[in-house]
Protein backbone atom coordinates (compact mmCIF):
# COMPACT_ATOMS: atom_id res chain seq x y z
CA UNK A 1 0.00 0.00 0.00
CA UNK A 2 1.37 3.82 -0.73
CA UNK A 3 1.17 6.19 1.36
CA UNK A 4 0.00 9.90 0.88
CA UNK A 5 3.41 10.41 1.26
CA UNK A 6 4.92 8.25 -1.27
CA UNK A 7 2.46 9.32 -3.69
CA UNK A 8 3.71 12.76 -3.50
CA UNK A 9 7.14 12.00 -3.75
CA UNK A 10 6.67 9.71 -6.78
CA UNK A 11 4.66 12.72 -8.56
CA UNK A 12 6.94 15.29 -7.65
CA UNK A 13 9.95 13.24 -9.49
CA UNK A 14 7.95 12.32 -12.67
CA UNK A 15 6.88 16.04 -12.15
CA UNK A 16 10.82 17.15 -11.97
CA UNK A 17 11.46 14.49 -14.70
CA UNK A 18 9.28 16.09 -17.23
CA UNK A 19 10.99 19.39 -16.73
CA UNK A 20 14.37 17.87 -17.22
CA UNK A 21 13.32 16.71 -20.23
CA UNK A 22 11.90 20.31 -21.08
CA UNK A 23 14.98 21.77 -20.16
CA UNK A 24 17.53 19.27 -21.66
CA UNK A 25 15.26 19.79 -24.99
CA UNK A 26 15.41 23.92 -24.87
CA UNK A 27 19.40 23.52 -23.98
CA UNK A 28 19.82 21.50 -27.08
CA UNK A 29 17.82 23.39 -29.58
CA UNK A 30 19.45 26.79 -28.40
CA UNK A 31 23.08 24.74 -28.48
CA UNK A 32 21.93 23.66 -32.16
CA UNK A 33 20.72 27.30 -33.05
CA UNK A 34 23.93 28.80 -31.26
CA UNK A 35 26.07 26.33 -33.42
CA UNK A 36 24.34 26.86 -36.90
CA UNK A 37 24.96 30.66 -36.49
CA UNK A 38 28.26 30.14 -35.45
CA UNK A 39 29.04 28.12 -38.53
CA UNK A 40 27.39 30.71 -40.73
CA UNK A 41 29.31 33.46 -39.28
CA UNK A 42 32.69 31.78 -40.08
CA UNK A 43 31.30 30.82 -43.29
CA UNK A 44 31.11 34.89 -43.46
CA UNK A 45 34.25 35.84 -41.99
CA UNK A 46 35.99 33.03 -44.62
CA UNK A 47 34.22 34.75 -47.63
CA UNK A 48 34.74 38.09 -46.05
CA UNK A 49 38.26 37.47 -45.46
CA UNK A 50 39.21 36.12 -49.05
CA UNK A 51 37.87 39.50 -50.40
CA UNK A 52 39.66 41.82 -48.70
CA UNK A 53 43.00 39.50 -49.34
CA UNK A 54 41.86 40.00 -52.25
CA UNK A 55 41.48 43.78 -52.87
CA UNK A 56 44.47 44.42 -50.20
CA UNK A 57 47.27 42.30 -52.69
CA UNK A 58 45.90 43.96 -55.34
CA UNK A 59 46.44 46.93 -54.08
CA UNK A 60 50.12 46.26 -52.54
CA UNK A 61 50.94 44.98 -56.07
CA UNK A 62 50.43 48.39 -57.73
CA UNK A 63 52.49 49.82 -54.78
CA UNK A 64 55.52 47.44 -55.11
CA UNK A 65 55.30 47.73 -58.74
CA UNK A 66 55.26 51.82 -58.72
CA UNK A 67 57.99 51.95 -56.40
CA UNK A 68 60.14 49.32 -58.27
CA UNK A 69 59.75 51.44 -61.21
CA UNK A 70 61.20 54.70 -59.50
CA UNK A 71 64.11 52.86 -58.60
CA UNK A 72 64.76 51.90 -62.29
CA UNK A 73 64.17 55.36 -63.98
CA UNK A 74 66.25 58.98 -63.60
CA UNK A 75 63.21 60.05 -65.10
CA UNK A 76 62.06 63.31 -62.74
CA UNK A 77 58.79 63.24 -64.46
CA UNK A 78 58.03 59.81 -64.61
CA UNK A 79 59.20 59.28 -60.48
CA UNK A 80 56.41 61.96 -59.92
CA UNK A 81 54.30 60.34 -61.66
CA UNK A 82 54.82 56.72 -60.18
CA UNK A 83 54.83 59.20 -56.94
CA UNK A 84 51.30 60.09 -57.45
CA UNK A 85 50.25 56.67 -58.01
CA UNK A 86 51.55 55.66 -54.77
CA UNK A 87 49.76 58.40 -53.03
CA UNK A 88 46.56 57.74 -54.61
CA UNK A 89 46.73 53.42 -54.31
CA UNK A 90 47.69 54.15 -50.51
CA UNK A 91 44.92 56.37 -49.61
CA UNK A 92 42.30 53.99 -51.61
CA UNK A 93 43.73 50.96 -49.18
CA UNK A 94 43.84 53.15 -46.15
CA UNK A 95 39.73 53.89 -47.06
CA UNK A 96 39.38 49.88 -46.62
CA UNK A 97 40.51 49.44 -43.23
CA UNK A 98 38.28 52.30 -42.40
CA UNK A 99 35.27 50.61 -43.96
CA UNK A 100 36.17 47.14 -41.63
CA UNK A 101 36.36 49.06 -38.78
CA UNK A 102 33.26 50.81 -39.44
CA UNK A 103 30.92 48.08 -40.03
CA UNK A 104 32.60 45.29 -37.42
CA UNK A 105 32.42 47.89 -34.80
CA UNK A 106 29.38 50.22 -33.57
CA UNK A 107 32.11 53.00 -32.38
CA UNK A 108 31.75 56.39 -33.45
CA UNK A 109 34.06 58.03 -36.21
CA UNK A 110 35.79 61.45 -35.69
CA UNK A 111 33.13 63.88 -36.94
CA UNK A 112 32.64 67.31 -36.92
CA UNK A 113 30.30 70.34 -39.10
CA UNK A 114 30.54 69.18 -42.46
CA UNK A 115 28.85 71.18 -45.57
CA UNK A 116 26.79 68.58 -46.83
CA UNK A 117 26.26 70.42 -49.79
CA UNK A 118 29.72 70.49 -50.91
CA UNK A 119 30.27 66.81 -50.38
CA UNK A 120 27.52 65.97 -52.76
CA UNK A 121 28.78 68.48 -55.33
CA UNK A 122 32.55 67.34 -55.28
CA UNK A 123 30.96 63.60 -55.66
CA UNK A 124 28.47 64.21 -58.47
CA UNK A 125 31.24 66.52 -60.40
CA UNK A 126 32.95 63.28 -59.72
CA UNK A 127 30.69 60.63 -61.11
CA UNK A 128 29.82 62.40 -64.26
CA UNK A 129 33.43 62.58 -65.14
CA UNK A 130 33.98 59.00 -64.70
CA UNK A 131 30.45 57.08 -65.08
CA UNK A 132 30.04 55.84 -69.24
CA UNK A 133 28.55 58.88 -70.96
CA UNK A 134 25.15 57.05 -71.80
CA UNK A 135 24.60 56.95 -68.38
CA UNK A 136 22.18 60.10 -67.18
CA UNK A 137 22.96 61.18 -63.82
CA UNK A 138 20.81 63.62 -62.47
CA UNK A 139 21.49 65.88 -59.66
CA UNK A 140 19.42 68.60 -57.63
CA UNK A 141 20.53 70.03 -54.28
CA UNK A 142 16.66 70.87 -53.08
CA UNK A 143 17.31 71.05 -49.11
CA UNK A 144 17.72 74.39 -47.48
CA UNK A 145 20.19 73.16 -44.78
CA UNK A 146 23.43 72.27 -45.94
CA UNK A 147 25.49 71.58 -42.60
CA UNK A 148 25.05 68.01 -40.46
CA UNK A 149 27.72 66.74 -37.86
CA UNK A 150 29.91 63.93 -39.85
CA UNK A 151 33.18 62.78 -41.97
CA UNK A 152 33.20 63.75 -45.04
CA UNK A 153 35.41 61.16 -46.14
CA UNK A 154 32.89 58.54 -44.60
CA UNK A 155 29.62 60.55 -46.24
CA UNK A 156 31.63 60.33 -49.94
CA UNK A 157 32.18 56.88 -49.36
CA UNK A 158 29.02 56.35 -49.18
CA UNK A 159 27.45 57.82 -51.88
CA UNK A 160 30.13 56.81 -54.10
CA UNK A 161 29.05 53.62 -53.00
CA UNK A 162 25.02 53.83 -53.94
CA UNK A 163 26.46 55.28 -56.95
CA UNK A 164 28.34 52.77 -58.01
CA UNK A 165 25.94 50.12 -57.39
CA UNK A 166 23.23 52.36 -59.37
CA UNK A 167 25.68 52.07 -62.07
CA UNK A 168 26.05 48.55 -62.19
CA UNK A 169 22.07 48.15 -61.65
CA UNK A 170 21.05 50.36 -64.96
CA UNK A 171 23.38 49.59 -67.26
CA UNK A 172 24.18 51.64 -70.48
CA UNK A 173 21.61 54.44 -71.27
CA UNK A 174 20.15 54.32 -67.61
CA UNK A 175 19.66 57.12 -65.51
CA UNK A 176 20.42 57.83 -61.68
CA UNK A 177 19.15 60.82 -59.70
CA UNK A 178 20.82 62.18 -56.88
CA UNK A 179 18.53 64.88 -55.07
CA UNK A 180 18.08 66.11 -51.23
CA UNK A 181 15.19 67.83 -49.42
CA UNK A 182 14.42 68.83 -45.74
CA UNK A 183 12.30 66.58 -43.89
CA UNK A 184 10.70 66.73 -40.17
CA UNK A 185 9.37 63.60 -38.48
CA UNK A 186 7.04 64.54 -36.54
CA UNK A 187 5.81 60.62 -35.53
CA UNK A 188 7.91 57.83 -35.14
CA UNK A 189 7.66 55.44 -38.41
CA UNK A 190 8.95 52.02 -39.78
CA UNK A 191 11.62 51.98 -42.15
CA UNK A 192 11.99 49.28 -44.70
CA UNK A 193 14.77 47.12 -42.75
CA UNK A 194 12.79 46.98 -39.52
CA UNK A 195 14.44 50.68 -37.93
CA UNK A 196 12.02 53.27 -36.85
CA UNK A 197 12.64 56.72 -37.35
CA UNK A 198 13.26 59.01 -34.47
CA UNK A 199 11.39 62.44 -34.07
CA UNK A 200 13.39 65.28 -35.27
CA UNK A 201 14.57 67.38 -38.64
CA UNK A 202 16.73 65.75 -41.28
CA UNK A 203 18.03 66.14 -44.82
CA UNK A 204 16.97 63.69 -47.06
CA UNK A 205 19.56 62.34 -49.51
CA UNK A 206 17.49 60.06 -52.15
CA UNK A 207 19.66 58.39 -54.66
CA UNK A 208 17.20 56.39 -57.35
CA UNK A 209 17.63 54.32 -60.31
CA UNK A 210 15.33 52.97 -63.25
CA UNK A 211 17.40 49.63 -63.69
CA UNK A 212 16.70 45.89 -62.52
CA UNK A 213 15.42 46.52 -58.82
CA UNK A 214 15.69 43.59 -56.25
CA UNK A 215 14.67 40.15 -55.60
CA UNK A 216 13.08 39.72 -52.36
CA UNK A 217 15.96 37.87 -50.85
CA UNK A 218 18.74 40.49 -52.50
CA UNK A 219 16.18 42.72 -50.17
CA UNK A 220 16.53 41.20 -47.47
CA UNK A 221 20.41 40.87 -46.85
CA UNK A 222 21.37 44.08 -48.64
CA UNK A 223 23.05 45.26 -45.85
CA UNK A 224 24.89 42.28 -44.42
CA UNK A 225 28.62 42.58 -44.50
CA UNK A 226 29.35 39.36 -46.62
CA UNK A 227 26.60 39.12 -49.10
CA UNK A 228 26.89 40.22 -52.64
CA UNK A 229 25.21 39.60 -56.14
CA UNK A 230 28.28 40.34 -57.45
CA UNK A 231 31.98 38.25 -58.55
CA UNK A 232 34.07 37.92 -55.67
CA UNK A 233 36.98 39.68 -58.22
CA UNK A 234 34.83 43.11 -58.23
CA UNK A 235 35.64 43.16 -54.49
CA UNK A 236 34.70 42.43 -50.72
CA UNK A 237 31.10 43.21 -50.47
CA UNK A 238 31.73 45.54 -48.19
CA UNK A 239 29.67 48.76 -50.49
CA UNK A 240 26.31 48.23 -48.62
CA UNK A 241 27.44 47.20 -45.48
CA UNK A 242 29.87 50.53 -45.08
CA UNK A 243 26.44 52.66 -46.29
CA UNK A 244 24.75 51.11 -43.36
CA UNK A 245 27.54 51.37 -40.92
CA UNK A 246 28.29 55.16 -41.92
CA UNK A 247 24.26 55.96 -41.33
CA UNK A 248 24.32 54.82 -38.10
CA UNK A 249 27.43 56.35 -37.09
CA UNK A 250 26.19 59.67 -38.22
CA UNK A 251 22.88 58.65 -36.17
CA UNK A 252 20.77 58.91 -39.17
CA UNK A 253 18.30 56.18 -40.77
CA UNK A 254 18.03 54.67 -43.97
CA UNK A 255 15.01 53.36 -45.92
CA UNK A 256 14.83 51.21 -49.21
CA UNK A 257 11.79 51.10 -52.01
CA UNK A 258 13.04 48.71 -54.81
CA UNK A 259 10.98 45.47 -56.76
CA UNK A 260 12.32 43.38 -59.09
CA UNK A 261 12.13 45.21 -62.72
CA UNK A 262 10.71 48.62 -60.98
CA UNK A 263 13.92 50.25 -59.91
CA UNK A 264 15.74 50.95 -56.38
CA UNK A 265 14.84 53.89 -54.28
CA UNK A 266 17.56 54.81 -51.23
CA UNK A 267 16.91 57.39 -49.11
CA UNK A 268 19.53 58.43 -46.14
CA UNK A 269 18.00 60.65 -43.31
CA UNK A 270 20.85 62.53 -42.08
CA UNK A 271 19.81 64.96 -38.97
CA UNK A 272 20.48 68.75 -39.50
CA UNK A 273 23.69 70.34 -37.56
CA UNK A 274 22.85 73.02 -34.81
CA UNK A 275 25.31 74.43 -33.58
CA UNK A 276 25.52 75.37 -30.03
CA UNK A 277 27.12 78.41 -28.56
CA UNK A 278 28.41 77.16 -25.65
CA UNK A 279 31.38 74.36 -27.54
CA UNK A 280 34.81 75.34 -26.32
CA UNK A 281 36.63 77.05 -29.54
CA UNK A 282 40.17 76.77 -30.33
CA UNK A 283 42.23 79.80 -28.76
CA UNK A 284 44.66 80.31 -31.44
CA UNK A 285 43.24 83.46 -32.87
CA UNK A 286 43.13 84.66 -29.32
CA UNK A 287 47.10 84.12 -29.00
CA UNK A 288 49.81 85.88 -30.74
CA UNK A 289 50.91 83.58 -33.50
CA UNK A 290 54.76 82.71 -32.54
CA UNK A 291 57.81 81.54 -34.23
CA UNK A 292 58.04 78.62 -36.73
CA UNK A 293 58.75 76.21 -33.69
CA UNK A 294 56.76 73.21 -33.38
CA UNK A 295 56.97 70.37 -31.44
CA UNK A 296 55.93 66.72 -32.30
CA UNK A 297 55.22 63.81 -30.26
CA UNK A 298 55.06 59.96 -32.08
CA UNK A 299 55.79 56.89 -30.81
CA UNK A 300 56.43 55.51 -33.96
CA UNK A 301 59.85 56.56 -35.26
CA UNK A 302 59.50 55.54 -38.79
CA UNK A 303 56.15 57.78 -38.92
CA UNK A 304 57.41 60.44 -36.91
CA UNK A 305 60.43 60.98 -39.32
CA UNK A 306 58.16 61.43 -42.32
CA UNK A 307 55.57 63.60 -39.89
CA UNK A 308 58.59 65.73 -39.31
CA UNK A 309 59.74 66.28 -42.98
CA UNK A 310 56.34 67.15 -43.92
CA UNK A 311 55.71 69.82 -41.46
CA UNK A 312 59.27 70.71 -42.13
CA UNK A 313 57.95 71.45 -45.61
CA UNK A 314 55.56 73.30 -44.30
CA UNK A 315 58.12 75.82 -42.92
CA UNK A 316 58.50 75.12 -39.47
CA UNK A 317 61.51 74.10 -36.96
CA UNK A 318 60.13 70.49 -35.64
CA UNK A 319 61.06 69.20 -32.47
CA UNK A 320 60.41 65.58 -32.14
CA UNK A 321 60.29 63.12 -29.70
CA UNK A 322 59.10 59.45 -29.80
CA UNK A 323 58.66 59.35 -25.56
CA UNK A 324 56.19 61.87 -23.84
CA UNK A 325 58.31 62.32 -20.68
CA UNK A 326 60.71 63.63 -22.80
CA UNK A 327 58.46 65.83 -24.76
CA UNK A 328 57.47 67.03 -21.33
CA UNK A 329 60.72 68.26 -20.19
CA UNK A 330 61.37 69.61 -23.23
CA UNK A 331 58.61 71.84 -23.32
CA UNK A 332 58.80 73.15 -19.57
CA UNK A 333 61.92 74.96 -20.60
CA UNK A 334 61.00 76.04 -24.50
CA UNK A 335 57.13 76.16 -23.95
CA UNK A 336 57.57 80.36 -24.90
CA UNK A 337 59.14 79.59 -27.91
CA UNK A 338 56.73 76.83 -28.96
CA UNK A 339 53.75 77.68 -31.47
CA UNK A 340 51.58 74.40 -31.21
CA UNK A 341 51.98 70.63 -30.58
CA UNK A 342 51.66 67.88 -32.70
CA UNK A 343 50.36 64.85 -30.59
CA UNK A 344 49.81 61.52 -31.28
CA UNK A 345 46.58 60.06 -29.51
CA UNK A 346 47.72 56.39 -28.59
CA UNK A 347 51.18 55.75 -26.86
CA UNK A 348 52.65 53.97 -24.42
CA UNK A 349 52.55 55.15 -21.01
CA UNK A 350 51.08 58.12 -22.11
CA UNK A 351 48.35 58.93 -25.10
CA UNK A 352 48.14 62.36 -26.47
CA UNK A 353 45.19 63.21 -24.65
CA UNK A 354 47.07 62.65 -20.98
CA UNK A 355 49.80 64.42 -22.54
CA UNK A 356 47.81 67.47 -23.07
CA UNK A 357 46.57 67.54 -20.19
CA UNK A 358 50.16 67.63 -18.78
CA UNK A 359 50.98 70.47 -21.10
CA UNK A 360 48.59 72.55 -20.41
CA UNK A 361 49.37 72.44 -16.52
CA UNK A 362 52.53 74.63 -17.73
CA UNK A 363 51.15 76.42 -20.61
CA UNK A 364 47.30 77.41 -20.11
CA UNK A 365 47.78 78.58 -23.87
CA UNK A 366 49.52 75.44 -25.02
CA UNK A 367 47.74 74.69 -28.53
CA UNK A 368 47.33 71.19 -29.28
CA UNK A 369 47.06 69.24 -32.92
CA UNK A 370 46.02 65.66 -32.62
CA UNK A 371 46.78 62.83 -34.78
CA UNK A 372 45.26 59.27 -34.61
CA UNK A 373 45.56 55.52 -36.71
CA UNK A 374 42.38 54.58 -35.47
CA UNK A 375 39.43 57.46 -35.18
CA UNK A 376 37.20 54.84 -33.58
CA UNK A 377 38.62 55.94 -30.22
CA UNK A 378 35.82 57.07 -28.09
CA UNK A 379 38.10 60.26 -26.58
CA UNK A 380 38.27 61.05 -30.73
CA UNK A 381 34.42 62.60 -30.37
CA UNK A 382 35.37 64.30 -27.25
CA UNK A 383 38.33 65.69 -28.34
CA UNK A 384 36.23 67.44 -31.80
CA UNK A 385 33.64 68.61 -29.14
CA UNK A 386 36.21 70.55 -27.44
CA UNK A 387 37.12 72.32 -30.44
CA UNK A 388 40.61 71.05 -31.04
CA UNK A 389 42.00 69.25 -34.37
CA UNK A 390 42.32 66.18 -34.97
CA UNK A 391 44.23 64.65 -38.45
CA UNK A 392 43.20 60.90 -39.16
CA UNK A 393 46.38 59.09 -40.53
CA UNK A 394 47.66 58.75 -43.28
CA UNK A 395 47.24 62.39 -44.14
CA UNK A 396 48.59 63.55 -46.74
CA UNK A 397 50.88 66.99 -47.19
CA UNK A 398 47.85 69.01 -48.47
CA UNK A 399 45.49 67.88 -45.77
CA UNK A 400 47.86 68.51 -42.81
CA UNK A 401 48.70 71.62 -44.31
CA UNK A 402 44.91 72.32 -44.31
CA UNK A 403 43.83 71.26 -40.82
CA UNK A 404 46.99 73.30 -39.64
CA UNK A 405 45.22 76.67 -41.28
CA UNK A 406 42.31 76.08 -40.06
CA UNK A 407 43.69 76.11 -36.40
CA UNK A 408 44.18 80.33 -37.43
CA UNK A 409 41.26 80.93 -38.33
Known amino acids: MVTKGEKFVNVKSISNSDEKGEIDCTMISKQIINAEKQREKMAALGQLAGGIAHDFNNQLMSIIGNATLIQKTDDINKIKEYADRIIHISQSTANLTKKILLFSKNESSVNEPIDLKGVLDNTYTMVSSIFDKSINVKYNYNAS ?187 EKEYEKINFVVLDLLMPIMGGKELHEKLKKINKEVIPIFITGYSGQAECEEIINSGYTIVEKPFTFDELSTKIAKIYK
Open 145 to 331: NKMIVGNETQIDNLLINLLINSRDAVGTGGIITIGTEDVEVINEKVLSHGEIIKKGEYIKIVVQDNGAGMKEETFDKMFEPYFSTKNKSKGTGLGLSVVFGTVKSHSGFINVISKLYNGTIIEIYLPVHKPKNDLIKIHANQTQIKGNLIMLVDDDINVLDIEAELLEDLGYEVKKFDNSLKAIEFY
